[in-house]
C-alpha cells in the first residue's frame, strides 16, 4: 500500500476542499482518506488532468523536431534553421515546427529565396505553432503532388490544404515514431496528465498501438484517413480499440488568418468555411454508419453556424440517440453563432483555455487580427457553463500542459466568461473524463476510484497558478512523474 499526504485536496466541483489529509491507494485504486491534522504539508492533490484534445504523437514528434517558438523574427528563423540542416535526426526531410510570426516586431515571413539560400537542396517542411500554416523550401516543393491544396509555389507558403495530410505523404521513419511516443508519454505525466482524447491518422494508430503507451488514450482518426480505415475494419489489421471519434476541419485558425470568422480581418481578409452545410450533414451520416463520435473543429462563427444547422437536420433525420453528442473543437467565436439551435444534450465543447493566457490579451494575436471589441469576447466558457452544456478543457499541445490553460480560464479578460477555479477544474479533469469516455476518471476522488492523481506545489485556491509547479503524477496508483519519496510505502 502507498499512501500521499497533502496539505489540501480537491475532490470534485462544488465540493469543499478537504483539510490536510492523508491518502491511501493499493492495487491502482484509492483504499481510505484520512485527516492528516499534523502535516506540514503545502501539496495540493486533485484528480489527474485530461487533455480532451491533443495530438500525442505529434506532441512527440516536437520534442524531436526543430523547434522554432524562440524565433523572435525572420532572421532568428533563418539562423536556427541553418544550424540544423545538417542534423538527420528528423530524417530525410527537416521537419520544425512552433514558429509564431504574430509576436515578431514586423511579422514578416522569411522568403522562398532566403529559404533556399540556407537549406540548399535538403527538403524542408516548418509548421507554424497553429499547425494551419507551414513554409517549404524549393526541394520540398519539387517532393509535393502536382496540384495539390494550399501551397503558394512562388513564396513556399502552404495554408491548410496538404499540411494536415503531410505526415501521411511523408511518414517519420519507424525509429522516430518509436521515440515520439516515448517522449509524449513523459510529456504527459510531466504535465500531471493520465488520460488524452488524441487526434491521430491511421500510420500513428498503428504505431501507437505497437509501441502501447501507458497513458489512457481515446483516439479520433481524420476524416480523410476514412477510406483507410474503412479498409483496416475490414480486415482487422490495426488495433483499433483506443479508436473513439471521426474528426472533420471546418475552417483553420485566427492566427493563419484560415478561420471562418463573423465579417473580415482587420485587413479585409474574408475567409468561408471549407465545407457546406450537406457536407457537414454528410460527415454526421458517416460517423452514425460507422459508429463513431463526430469531432468537428471550428474556430470562427460561421464554421459554428454550420454545425449548428446541419446538426439539427441530423437530429430531425435520425433523433437524438443515434450519435449520443456531436463534439464541436475551439468554439473560439461562438458568441456571434450563438443562441442557435445549440443543445446541452446534443453537443459537448471542448475548448482551449491556453490560447487565452497565448493570445488573448491586449495586443495580443486575436487583437491583432481582430480588433480589441472582437477579441475580448472570444472563448466564451463561463456562458457554456451557465448554459449546462458539457464543457472540456485541453491544451490542443500549444503548448501541451493544464497549468497555462487553467491561468486562461481563470484570468479570461471578460468577467462574464471567466469561471472560477471549481468549475475550471473540473473542466480539466472530471468534465473532460466524461466527455472523453474515461469512465472512472469522471468520479470524484474518494475510496474506490482509480488512484490517478495530480500532486501541485500548492493550493491553486491561495496561489496564482503562475506559481504552482507539478510537483507528482499517480497513474494507475503507480508514480508515473516526481520525486520517489513524495509517497510512502507500507
Known amino acids: 500500500m502507498s499512501s500521499i499526504a497533502c496539505g489540501a485536496a480537491w475532490t470534485g466541483p462544488n465540493d469543499q476542499l478537504l483539510p ?50 524562440s524565433a523572435g523574427s525572420s532572421g532568428d528563423f533563418l539562423e536556427m534553421l541553418a544550424s540544423e540542416v545538417e542534423d538527420e535526426k528528423t530524417g530525410g526531410i527537416l521537419r520544425g515546427c512552433n514558429f509564431d510570426e504574430s509576436l515578431w516586431p514586423d511579422s514578416r515571413l522569411p522568403s522562398l529565396a ?14 507554424r505553432v497553429c499547425c494551419h500554416k507551414a513554409l517549404v523550401n524549393t526541394a520540398m516543393l519539387k517532393m509535393l ?32 515514431l518509436r521515440k515520439a511516443a516515448l517522449l509524449a508519454e513523459e510529456l504527459c505525466y510531466s504535465s500531471g496528465v493520465t488520460a488524452v482524447y488524441s487526434f491521430e491518422h491511421l500510420f500513428s494508430i498503428e504505431a501507437l498501438a505497437m509501441n502501447n503507451p501507458s497513458v489512457r488514450m481515446s483516439v479520433s482518426v481524420f476524416g480523410d484517413d476514412v477510406p483507410l480505415l474503412e479498409k483496416a475494419l475490414r ?42 452545410d450537406d457536407q457537414v450533414l454528410n460527415c454526421l451520416l458517416l460517423s452514425d454508419r460507422l459508429g463513431l463520435t463526430p469531432s468537428f473543429h471550428a474556430i470562427g462563427a460561421r464554421a459554428l453556424n454550420q454545425i449548428d444547422r446541419a446538426g439539427k437536420l441530423y437530429f430531425e433525420k435520425t433523433g437524438p440517440n443515434v450519435i449520443p453528442e456531436i463534439r464541436v473543437e475551439h468554439a473560439e467565436e461562438l458568441l456571434p453563432a450563438w443562441p442557435g ?126 506559481k504552482i509547479e507539478i510537483m507528482a503524477t499517480i497513474h494507475n496508483g503507480e508514480l508515473v512523474y516526481g520525486p520517489s519519496d513524495i509517497l510512502e510505502e507500507k
Not at 388 to 397: K, M, P, R, V
Not at 424 to 447: E, K, M, N, P, Q
Request: charged residues 25%.
Open 114 to 127: 532566403e529559404l533556399d539560400a540556407v537549406t540548399g537542396e535538403r527538403p524542408v517542411f516548418i509548421r
Open 20 to 69: 490536510a489529509s492523508l491518502i491511501e491507494f493499493s492495487e491502482g485504486r484509492i483504499t481510505g482518506i484520512s485527516p492528516a491534522p499534523e502535516s506540514e504539508s503545502n501539496l495540493f492533490i486533485a484528480p489527474a488532468f485530461v487533455d480532451a484534445h491533443c495530438h500525442f504523437t505529434w506532441s512527440g514528434l516536437q520534442k524531436l523536431y526543430l523547434d522554432l517558438e
Open 235 to 276: 480486415d482487422e489489421s490495426i488495433d483499433l480499440s483506443r479508436l473513439r471519434g471521426l474528426k472533420f476541419f471546418l475552417d483553420g485558425s485566427i492566427g493563419a488568418k484560415t478561420a471562418a470568422v463573423s465579417g473580415t480581418y482587420l485587413d479585409g481578409t474574408l475567409m468561408n468555411p471549407i465545407m457546406n
Open 145 to 176: 503532388p502536382p496540384g495539390c491544396e494550399g501551397v503558394d509555389w512562388s513564396s513556399g507558403i502552404i495554408r491548410e490544404g496538404i499540411i494536415v495530410g503531410f505526415e501521411n505523404l511523408y511518414q517519420p521513419e519507424p525509429h522516430i
Open 341 to 466: 439551435n445549440w443543445d446541452p444534450s446534443m453537443y459537448s465543447f471542448i475548448m482551449q483555455p491556453n490560447f487565452v493566457k497565448r493570445w488573448q490579451q491586449r495586443g495580443g494575436l486575436y487583437e491583432k487580427n481582430l480588433g480589441r471589441e472582437r477579441a475580448v469576447k472570444l472563448n466564451p466558457f463561463g456562458l457554456l457553463e451557465r448554459s449546462g452544456f458539457s464543457l472540456g478543457f485541453s491544451s490542443d499541445g500549444m503548448p501541451f500542459g493544464p497549468l497555462r490553460g487553467l491561468q486562461g480560464a481563470t484570468d479570461h479578460p471578460s468577467d462574464e466568461f471567466r469561471l472560477d477555479i471549481d468549475k475550471a477544474l473540473d473542466a480539466y479533469t472530471l468534465g473532460a473524463a466524461s466527455i472523453c469516455g474515461f469512465d472512472d476518471l469522471s468520479l470524484r476522488l474518494g475510496v474506490g476510484r482509480k488512484a490517478d492523481m495530480t500532486v501541485l506545489s500548492d493550493n491553486p485556491f491561495r496561489t496564482a497558478w503562475d
